[in-house]
């Protein structure tokens, strides 16, 4: 007998290297040719706190962290004790018997990694004695974890050779532990065999990777979890000849100096987290009065106010699409995958140039911080528009017109007056009434040019739908497809645009009798969005701080279904 | 522009202040035209809320490109047009409460960038777009609106501010001073770093403080503006600060700093030079990815 998948957890306290650890396990097993996909949760605190990271190892693409475990690695008690329940029938716990002792439970071993690690002279080697550990008890070829040893730590330095022999050697020497303890869990399949390149990425690298490739020469932006990982990726690749990152003072600096540097031609984007999309409402309205092209990345993190820095919810998708005060509706692009995260940030690049205005792109700190295998996405595809500039033929008349219209770039012709006032068409204040709905209907109006958003369809005869958004796709996925092996008739559709929606999808939407919304928010704010919108949709909501369980979502779907009559 | 625009709805008081800014900066940015041969539209005006900010509509002649944005950020919209775009002159005009109240967190920041900025701030001691509120300049004991039994708190020394803040080039001028208030502000942009012009622009309607600037012989007011005299070292800091100390307000250059500070611009050419760094392909950051 073998398993598809293998998910192990690494849990304890926040500095003890539990998420680096499971990263350099997915790490590992990707480089012997499995699928990957990480997952991590920490509080906001450099040293301690209870913190995990999990790979989900596989030899299928992957679409979830797991619900369950196979191994457990417990740093403490605290994280043995919390962690357990998630333990499926048959894992194992391989725990640190330096710091606490197990008892009474068959299917747990002690290793005193740190203590191996510190007498073999390589005391920074004690996780990779963990993961011999669990290699050898779930039937990992430990050949392709030295294979990955010897490429992680070839640097072209003098002391390399030194750091993989003791890197090799603490492999075999979890190994042995792993032997000795005379437990397994079902061993892994082979890993598949891929056709073309792929790549260990982060929601956020795919994310910055994807803007870059649609264009995007300007970047400003302002510290803040999770989103922090975006500005600091730029700074270190955005360089060379017209590039230019800076990091602001504050947020409500960043989306300023976004719409001077969006107004001045260039094609830009800052990264935030809630409390930071929240300073940029009043920019953002400036951005969309003046139409102002830019791009914001928020990274959805928990809560209101400071709320849950380093966790994942999908809250703000309100604040997203209405940003600040007045008639506005800032165009929406959320990811569901890393994969994802690249397509989508090229497109909100491109819809910003073409509509000239802000667009969000809305990602989730799981998405941004999670790690995952990828086929190599091909840049050349990526699209690269750019707005249409002004050869000045209407002279300062930018605002002329009830659509999209050449945009004058300082230092060329067409000199105006950009304007977050209510405007005439040379961007005057004005207080006319008739110039007010005249102006309002053209901001309105250029949205059209961005009903071009596609969707998955799948099972659409179904009466009865399930739309999950963002990150919630994967396990929303993972759900819908046991409950059709199950043989219950449930719609699936799913977009990355969820404003404009595509009006196509909207329509199939309007004509369902019930449309299931998974959302990791307490309002069910995309199910409200679309009641308002005519659907009869209805959300499933979980506000953890962590993302949904497949089992979960399952199970909730079902009643839900069954309630429905 | 307003004269040739109908649907232009803002005017200024009858005496305001604030008209001889605007005819200083045309006057400023007419002979950097033709002293640098460069067209009008290689400049930027970047316009904060208030009576002041709305200079950019009232423009006269050649028309630069503006940006009249929201109330306190001019400041920051002016890194982003000069940080990208070193290539455009970049102004920003802004009164006493958009530049020393909500958007004095910015001051501070924009200085220590140094880029080659030239911001102008219209001081009148007054938040004359709503009405006459007390702003950061109001003299203690002043009644307005929000002071209805005289202003409690301490008044903002605006140039000792900036000073303390970083700013490497440092005018004050009044509005009545046309001529020299255009030159003032020609050669705060040809300074190559981040400078202020800082100008005394009487509001009319909400507090009128011409007389007090000035000084009136008949009524036995002293001027509170005095020039600089030649003797003063514009280029020592301390002496800078003396002499801004108060209450007076001296006029002329008060300080610019020398040699200790490079600007922004120069400061990203040097470092993209001493790094060497090139873009690289998204195409070769993704195979440095490849597993
Ligand atoms: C965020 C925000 N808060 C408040 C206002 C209202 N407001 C408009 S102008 C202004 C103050 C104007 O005073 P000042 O900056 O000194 O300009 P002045 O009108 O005196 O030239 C205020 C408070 C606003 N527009 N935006
Ligand atoms: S209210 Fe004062 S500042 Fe405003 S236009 Fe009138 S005089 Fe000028
Ligand atoms: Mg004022």
């Known amino acids: 007998m073998s398993s598809k998948n293998l998910v192990v957890r690494f849990a304890g306290e926040g500095g003890q290297g539990v998420v680096g650890g499971a990263d350099l396990m997915a790490s590992a097993a990707a480089t012997g040719g499995y699928h990957v996909l990480t997952f991590s949760t920490f509080p906001s605190q450099i040293k301690g706190g209870p913190a995990w990271g999990q790979a989900r190892v596989s030899s299928e693409p992957i679409l979830t962290p797991g619900d369950w475990l196979d191994v457990l690695v417990a740093q403490n008690q605290y994280a043995y004790d919390t962690n357990l329940p998630d333990l499926r029938e048959g894992g194992i716990v391989v725990y640190n018997s330096e710091e606490f002792e197990v008892t009474g439970n068959s299917r747990a071993y002690g290793i005193a990694a740190d203590k191996m690690a510190r007498e073999a002279g390589n005391p920074l080697a004690s996780t990779i004695i963990l993961i011999g550990a669990v290699a050898q008890m779930a039937g990992i070829d430990l050949n392709a974890i030295e294979a990955f040893i010897v490429k992680r730590w070839t640097r072209g330095r003098a002391s390399d050779k030194q750091i993989i022999d003791g890197n090799i050697a603490a492999l075999r020497m979890g190994a042995e532990e792993g032997k000795k303890s005379g437990l397994s869990v079902t061993p892994l399949d082979p890993p598949p065999v891929h056709a073309e390149p792929r790549v260990m990425i982060r929601g956020f690298e795919a994310a910055c990777l994807g803007a870059m490739a649609a264009g995007l020469d300007t970047f400003i932006g302002y510290p803040i979890s999770p989103a922090t990982t975006m500005l600091t990726f730029m700074e270190q690749n955005l360089v060379g000849k017209d590039k230019f990152v800076g990091q602001a003072s504050s947020e409500i600096e960043s989306i300023a100096s976004l719409v001077g540097a969006g107004f001045a031609g260039r094609k830009v984007m800052t990264s935030t987290a809630g409390p930071g999309l929240s300073l940029m409402g009043e920019g953002l309205g400036l951005a969309w009065m003046a139409e102002i092209p830019l791009v914001v990345c928020d990274v959805q993190r928990g809560g209101p106010a400071t709320g849950l820095p380093t966790k994942t919810e999908q809250s703000d998708l309100y604040a997203a699409i209405n940003p600040g005060h007045g008639d506005m509706s800032v165009p929406v692009i959320a990811p569901g995958n890393p994969e994802e995260a690249f397509w989508a940030a090229g497109h909100a690049m491109n819809w910003a140039e073409r509509y000239q205005g802000p667009v969000i792109l809305l990602s989730e700190a799981s998405i941004a911080e999670r790690a995952q295998d990828i086929a190599i996405p091909d840049a050349s595809k990526m699209k690269q528009e750019n707005r249409v500039v002004s050869d000045g033929k209407v002279g300062n008349r930018r605002y002329a017109g009830d659509s999209v219209t050449p945009f004058p770039v300082p230092g060329g012709p067409g000199a105006y007056v950009a304007n977050g006032s209510e405007h005439d068409e040379e961007g005057d204040t004005t207080h006319l009434p008739n110039i007010h709905v005249q102006m309002t209907d053209r901001r309105f109006a250029k949205l059209k040019v961005l009903e071009d958003g596609t969707f998955e369809a799948e099972r659409t005869s179904a009466s009865i739908a399930l739309l999950p958004w963002g990150g919630s796709k994967g396990s929303a996925l993972a759900a819908w497809r046991e409950l059709i092996d199950e043989g219950v008739d449930l719609g699936w559709y799913y977009t990355m645009f969820l404003n404009p929606l595509p009006p196509a999808l909207l329509e199939a939407l309007q004509a369902k009798r019930l449309v299931l919304v998974p959302e990791l928010n307490y309002l069910g704010q995309l199910a409200a969005r679309l009641r308002s919108m005519g659907v009869n949709a209805q959300a499933i909501t979980q506000y953890t701080g962590l993302p949904f369980k497949e089992a979960d979502l399952k199970s909730a779907i079902r009643e839900r279904m069954a309630a429905f009559k | ?291």
């Not at chain 2, 938040?127 to 002043?142: E, H, M, R, W």
């Not at chain 2, 502000?185 to 909400?206: E, L, N, R, W």
């Not at chain 2, 008060?254 to 611009?265: F, K, L, Q, T």
């Open chain 2, 1 to 291: 522009m307003s004269k040739r625009n109908a649907l232009y709805d803002f005017k200024w008081c009858p005496g305001c202040g604030d008209f001889g800014v605007k005819v200083a900066i045309e006057q400023a940015l007419a002979r950097r035209a033709v002293e640098n041969q460069e067209s009008i539209e290689k400049t930027v005006i970047v316009a904060g809320i208030g009576c002041s900010g709305n200079l950019v509509h009232l423009q006269e002649g050649p028309q630069p490109f503006a940006l009249h944005g929201i109330h306190g950020r001019a400041l920051p919209i002016a890194y982003g047009v000069k940080g990208p775009r070193p290539d455009l002159n970049v102004l920003t005009v802004g009164g006493d409460g958009d530049m020393l109240s909500i958007g004095a967190e910015h001051i501070g920041p924009q200085a220590r960038r140094n880029l080659n900025i030239t911001t102008i701030v219209m001081d009148n001691g007054i938040y004359g777009l709503t009405k006459g509120q007390a702003s950061p300049t109001t003299n203690v004991d002043v009644v307005t609106s929000t002071t209805r039994y005289g202003k409690l708190d301490d008044k903002l020394n605006p140039l000792m501010a900036y000073l303390g803040l970083g700013v490497g080039y440092v005018v004050s001028e009044l509005s009545s001073r046309v001529k020299p208030l255009g030159e003032a502000i020609k050669a705060a942009m040809d300074y190559p770093g981040f400078s202020v012009v800082h100008v005394q622009s009487p509001c009319t309607t909400y507090n009128d403080t011409y007389a007090i600037l000035k000084g009136d012989e008949k009524k036995g007011i002293e001027p509170l503006a005095f020039p600089i005299p030649d003797t003063h070292d514009v280029t020592n800091l301390h002496a800078a600060m003396d002499l801004v100390q108060g209450p007076r307000i001296p006029i002329g250059l008060v300080y610019r700093r020398e040699g200790e500070s490079v600007a922004a611009d120069q400061r990203l050419l040097d470092a993209k030079i001493r790094t060497k760094v090139e873009q690289k392909s998204v195409d070769a950051l993704l195979r440095e990815m490849v597993i």
